[in-house]
Nanobody, 124 residues
Framework: QLQLVESGGGLVQPGGSLRLSCAASGFTSDYYTIGWFRQAPGKEGEGVSCISSSGGSTNYADSVKGRFTISRDYAKNTVYLQMNSLKPEDTAVYYC?????????????????WGQGTQVTVSS
Protein backbone atom coordinates (compact mmCIF):
# COMPACT_ATOMS: atom_id res chain seq x y z
CA GLN A 1 0.00 0.00 0.00
CA LEU A 2 2.99 2.30 0.40
CA GLN A 3 3.03 4.54 -2.64
CA LEU A 4 4.94 7.54 -3.97
CA VAL A 5 3.55 9.61 -6.82
CA GLU A 6 5.54 12.30 -8.60
CA SER A 7 3.99 15.22 -10.43
CA GLY A 8 4.93 18.62 -11.82
CA GLY A 9 7.17 17.64 -14.71
CA GLY A 10 6.86 19.09 -18.17
CA LEU A 11 8.55 21.07 -20.92
CA VAL A 12 10.33 24.29 -19.98
CA GLN A 13 12.77 26.63 -21.68
CA PRO A 14 16.34 27.03 -20.43
CA GLY A 15 16.38 29.40 -17.48
CA GLY A 16 12.85 28.49 -16.50
CA SER A 17 11.50 26.88 -13.35
CA LEU A 18 9.47 23.87 -12.30
CA ARG A 19 8.32 22.50 -8.98
CA LEU A 20 8.09 18.75 -8.59
CA SER A 21 5.92 17.12 -5.96
CA CYS A 22 6.26 13.71 -4.34
CA ALA A 23 3.07 12.67 -2.59
CA ALA A 24 3.23 9.75 -0.18
CA SER A 25 0.29 7.53 0.66
CA GLY A 26 -0.25 4.36 2.62
CA PHE A 27 2.22 5.47 5.27
CA THR A 28 3.25 8.49 7.27
CA SER A 29 6.50 9.78 5.84
CA ASP A 30 7.57 11.69 8.94
CA TYR A 31 10.22 9.09 9.77
CA TYR A 32 11.48 8.65 6.23
CA THR A 33 14.38 10.13 4.36
CA ILE A 34 13.16 11.29 0.95
CA GLY A 35 15.32 11.69 -2.12
CA TRP A 36 15.04 12.88 -5.69
CA PHE A 37 16.91 11.05 -8.44
CA ARG A 38 17.05 11.44 -12.18
CA GLN A 39 17.91 9.39 -15.22
CA ALA A 40 18.59 10.78 -18.69
CA PRO A 41 18.78 8.68 -21.86
CA GLY A 42 22.15 7.00 -22.19
CA LYS A 43 23.30 8.14 -18.77
CA GLU A 44 23.50 6.57 -15.35
CA GLY A 45 20.97 7.54 -12.75
CA GLU A 46 22.16 10.14 -10.28
CA GLY A 47 21.05 11.51 -6.97
CA VAL A 48 19.78 15.08 -7.15
CA SER A 49 18.72 16.00 -3.64
CA CYS A 50 17.50 14.45 -0.41
CA ILE A 51 16.03 15.55 2.89
CA SER A 52 16.08 14.00 6.35
CA SER A 53 13.04 12.81 8.25
CA SER A 54 13.15 15.91 10.43
CA GLY A 55 13.68 18.23 7.49
CA GLY A 56 16.73 19.64 9.22
CA SER A 57 19.34 18.14 6.93
CA THR A 58 19.54 18.29 3.15
CA ASN A 59 21.96 17.21 0.48
CA TYR A 60 22.41 18.32 -3.13
CA ALA A 61 24.39 17.17 -6.10
CA ASP A 62 27.06 19.69 -7.08
CA SER A 63 25.39 20.15 -10.44
CA VAL A 64 22.21 21.57 -8.88
CA LYS A 65 23.48 23.48 -5.86
CA GLY A 66 22.19 27.02 -5.80
CA ARG A 67 19.47 26.20 -8.31
CA PHE A 68 17.34 23.48 -6.69
CA THR A 69 15.70 23.46 -3.28
CA ILE A 70 14.13 20.48 -1.53
CA SER A 71 11.47 20.87 1.15
CA ARG A 72 8.70 18.90 2.81
CA ASP A 73 5.21 19.55 4.10
CA TYR A 74 4.36 17.04 6.81
CA ALA A 75 0.68 17.98 6.92
CA LYS A 76 0.36 17.14 3.24
CA ASN A 77 2.72 14.16 3.40
CA THR A 78 4.51 15.66 0.42
CA VAL A 79 8.08 16.53 -0.54
CA TYR A 80 8.88 19.18 -3.14
CA LEU A 81 11.77 19.93 -5.42
CA GLN A 82 11.88 23.53 -6.60
CA MET A 83 14.02 23.74 -9.72
CA ASN A 84 15.19 27.15 -10.93
CA SER A 85 17.54 28.25 -13.70
CA LEU A 86 16.96 25.01 -15.53
CA LYS A 87 19.49 23.84 -18.10
CA PRO A 88 19.17 21.39 -20.99
CA GLU A 89 21.38 18.97 -19.08
CA ASP A 90 18.68 18.79 -16.39
CA THR A 91 16.48 16.92 -18.86
CA ALA A 92 15.63 13.53 -17.36
CA VAL A 93 12.99 11.43 -15.74
CA TYR A 94 12.86 12.45 -12.10
CA TYR A 95 12.07 9.88 -9.44
CA CYS A 96 11.11 10.24 -5.82
CA UNK A 97 12.38 7.64 -3.37
CA UNK A 98 11.95 6.97 0.34
CA UNK A 99 13.30 4.84 3.13
CA UNK A 100 12.92 4.79 6.88
CA UNK A 101 16.49 5.54 7.87
CA UNK A 102 18.75 8.09 9.47
CA UNK A 103 20.98 8.45 6.42
CA UNK A 104 20.62 11.49 4.18
CA UNK A 105 22.25 10.12 1.09
CA UNK A 106 22.27 10.48 -2.69
CA UNK A 107 23.12 6.81 -3.09
CA UNK A 108 20.11 5.36 -4.90
CA UNK A 109 20.79 1.88 -3.58
CA UNK A 110 19.95 2.93 -0.04
CA UNK A 111 16.31 3.56 -0.92
CA UNK A 112 13.68 0.82 -0.97
CA UNK A 113 10.56 2.64 -2.16
CA TRP A 114 10.25 4.42 -5.49
CA GLY A 115 7.73 6.35 -7.50
CA GLN A 116 7.20 5.88 -11.22
CA GLY A 117 8.83 9.13 -12.28
CA THR A 118 7.92 12.36 -14.01
CA GLN A 119 9.52 13.68 -17.20
CA VAL A 120 11.35 17.00 -17.17
CA THR A 121 12.45 18.38 -20.52
CA VAL A 122 14.48 21.60 -20.79
CA SER A 123 14.69 22.79 -24.36
CA SER A 124 14.27 25.88 -26.48
Amino acid sequence: QLQLVESGGGLVQPGGSLRLSCAASGFTSDYYTIGWFRQAPGKEGEGVSCISSSGGSTNYADSVKGRFTISRDYAKNTVYLQMNSLKPEDTAVYYCAADRMDLVTLNRYEYDYWGQGTQVTVSS
